[in-house]
């Protein structure tokens, strides 16, 4: 069966590309989408990918991954700052999960050096733009198979 993996994108990331270029650069958020998905096909590996501005329906989201998605990507935008919810959601799930982002949320502002969510996932990849996404799905491919050795 191949794997799939399910990339959350949340709030203001639909912007991309117009969004504060200085920091996220100039891709958009359909550009990562097909780099993403080119990507992971070479690996056979599916992803379904989404984004939302609401929280809550980040975790319905979450809720729906179930047994239909083997690894989990987020970036939880700023959500990632302040939501238990999301936290709380996360826990819930018993698969590999890979909190991302675009910047280097440590080489920021302050109120960005701290994520709610870390607690609940495998590890943090931020500071690589577009390749934040593809060491990710790199990244839940090596759980995986790590996991069947
Ligand atoms: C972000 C970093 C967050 O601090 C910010 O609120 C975002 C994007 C990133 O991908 O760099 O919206 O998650």
């Known amino acids: 069966m191949a794997l799939k993996i399910q990339i959350i994108n949340g709030p203001n990331l639909n912007l991309l590309g117009k969004r504060e270029p200085d920091i996220y650069g100039h891709i958009t958020l359909e550009q990562i989408q097909k780099e993403v998905e080119k990507h992971s096909q ?10 939302s501005n609401i929280e809550g329906e980040i975790v319905n989201k979450i809720q729906e991954i179930e047994d239909n998605a083997q690894g989990l990507i987020i970036n939880a935008a ?22 991302i982002h675009i910047s280097n949320i440590f080489a ?13 996932v495998h590890g943090i990849i931020c500071g ?3 390749n934040s996404y593809i060491l990710a799905v790199d990244a839940i491919e090596n759980i995986i198979k790590n996991e069947n050795r």
């Open 42 to 51: 070479k690996k056979n590996i599916s992803v379904d990918f989404c984004q």
């Open 78 to 99: 700023a959500f990632t700052h302040t939501s238990v919810a999301i936290l709380d959601a996360l826990n819930t799930l018993n698969i590999p999960k890979i909190e």
């Open 108 to 120: 920021r502002e302050e109120f960005r050096h701290k994520s709610m969510i870390s607690k609940s």
């Open 128 to 130: 690589f733009g577009l």
